[in-house]
């Protein structure tokens, strides 16, 4: 289904999901929780009302996106695993190698992505 050896992807789908956890402790302060970091972050009382929930949400918006992309290199490896990785996972068909080369852990082909993002615009 995918021209490169799959230990190629795996690679570079290893090196993805560590990178982002490495950005989330890294933006976290280390293994302190999300709310710590939000209570440091939004404590300081010079801080209009309006500036800390646009602060606010703008993190975790930051973290809803963090997480759906470490759930998107996950199924992707998961897919790998299984020995379906490169098969778009709506109607089946070959995922172009390009594709994957450039977006590892697309599930879709480019018609079902679009599909999909017309379907449920960002």
Same mark, same amino acid.
């Given at each position: 289904?995918?021209?490169?050896?799959?230990?190629?992807?795996?690679? #570079?789908?290893?090196?993805?999901?560590?990178?982002?956890?490495? #950005?989330?402790?890294?933006?976290?302060?280390?293994?302190?929780?999300?709310?710590?970091?939000?209570?440091?972050?939004?404590?300081?009382?010079?801080?209009?009302?309006?500036?800390?929930?646009?602060?606010?949400?703008?993190?975790?918006?930051?973290?809803?996106?963090?997480?759906?992309?470490?759930?998107?290199?996950?199924?992707?490896?998961?897919?790998? #695993?299984?020995?379906?990785?490169?098969?778009?996972?709506?109607?089946?068909?070959?995922?172009?190698?390009?594709?994957?080369?450039?977006?590892?852990?697309?599930?879709?082909?480019?018609?079902?992505?679009?599909?999909?993002? #017309?379907?449920?615009?960002?």
């Amino acid at each position: 289904m995918h021209t490169q050896p799959a230990s190629t992807y795996q690679q #570079q789908l290893t090196a993805m999901r560590a990178a982002l956890l490495a #950005q989330i402790a890294d933006q976290r302060g280390g293994t302190v929780s999300r709310a710590e970091v939000a209570a440091e972050h939004f404590g300081h009382p010079q801080d209009s009302r309006a500036q800390l929930a646009t602060e606010r949400e703008l993190e975790f918006e930051l973290g809803e996106r963090e997480m759906a992309e470490l759930t998107a290199i996950d199924a992707a490896l998961a897919r790998l #695993q299984a020995g379906t990785y490169g098969a778009c996972t709506d109607c089946g068909t070959a995922i172009a190698p390009a594709r994957l080369h450039a977006t590892p852990e697309a599930a879709r082909c480019l018609h079902c992505q679009e599909k999909q993002e #017309q379907l449920h615009p960002v």
